[in-house]
């Protein structure tokens, strides 16, 4: 699969995100880097309140009350420097800049330096090493599904769950992983891993997906296969409809 290198954007383009705090932060959540909205991860409540003070989503249960920080799952989860002063110290870095010069620009003390740049390497790492194994891409239909298998070791059946995901492209590409179970949580973790963020997810309604769009950001369609196996798409551009199979996997 191609990779497109972004080229990084003159200074005058980023200087109001990197510093300006609120800007940024609008900035993040125009990526899904942050999220506009949250559902409570120890209630389930859909509807919880933002505090544009503390950077947090309130839940407002009375039997909940919990709060849960704008950063959570990112980068910028418990850091000491303002999301914009990260985003200031990482475009230079990728700029270039010697240590020296990371501290003139951006006055950050050189121990927190050393650290970021250690985060910064490593997240590229991994990424390289991620983009190699993800499929689909932008608005490229990834569809996903779990499989329950049973192996016979020393005369024990023994259950085994299979998720996998198959483009609905030419090449048709797929990936299928071996997993402990099909809870949210390693499914979601599945879908980051091997999930391009900029595909169309198609599943069905097993509850484990609800949170795919909330949780990653990534577009998802529910097709209940109870009242079929086919989906009508229509493209307003060409006025025509289309009819697809939703269960390749």
Wanted: aromatic residues 10%; glycine residues 4%; proline residues 3%.
């Amino acid at each position: 699969m191609a990779h497109l290198i972004t080229p990084i954007p003159p200074l005058y383009q980023v200087k109001e995100i990197i510093e300006n705090e609120s800007r940024c932060l609008e900035y993040l959540q125009d990526l899904s880097v942050l999220p506009r909205t949250m559902t409570c991860i120890y209630c389930n409540n859909p509807e919880m309140n933002f505090d544009d003070k503390e950077l947090t989503f309130n839940c407002g249960k009375r039997e909940c009350r919990k709060r849960i920080s704008i950063f959570n799952g990112t980068i910028f989860s418990k850091a000491k420097l303002k999301c914009n002063q990260i985003m200031e110290l990482s475009y230079f870095w990728l700029s270039k800049a010697t240590r020296k010069q990371l501290n003139i620009y951006t006055n950050i003390a050189p121990a927190n330096i050393t650290r970021w740049t250690q985060i910064f390497r490593t997240i590229i790492t991994q990424e390289i090493r991620i983009s190699e194994t993800k499929i689909g891409g932008p608005d490229i239909i990834v569809e996903i599904d779990e499989s329950l298998f049973h192996k016979n070791r020393q005369n024990k059946m023994e259950q085994l769950w299979v998720f996998g995901g198959i483009e609905r492209t030419k090449e048709k590409q797929i990936f299928a992983q071996i997993c402990k179970d099909r809870t949210a949580d390693t499914l979601l973790d599945l879908i980051q891993k091997y999930v391009h963020p900029g595909s169309i997810i198609y599943s069905d309604m097993f509850k484990s997906y609800n949170q795919i769009y909330s949780c990653l950001g990534i577009r998802h369609h529910q097709i209940n296969h109870s009242q079929g196996m086919t989906m009508i798409d229509y493209n307003e551009t060409s006025n025509k409809l289309k009819i697809y199979h939703t269960n390749n996997i």
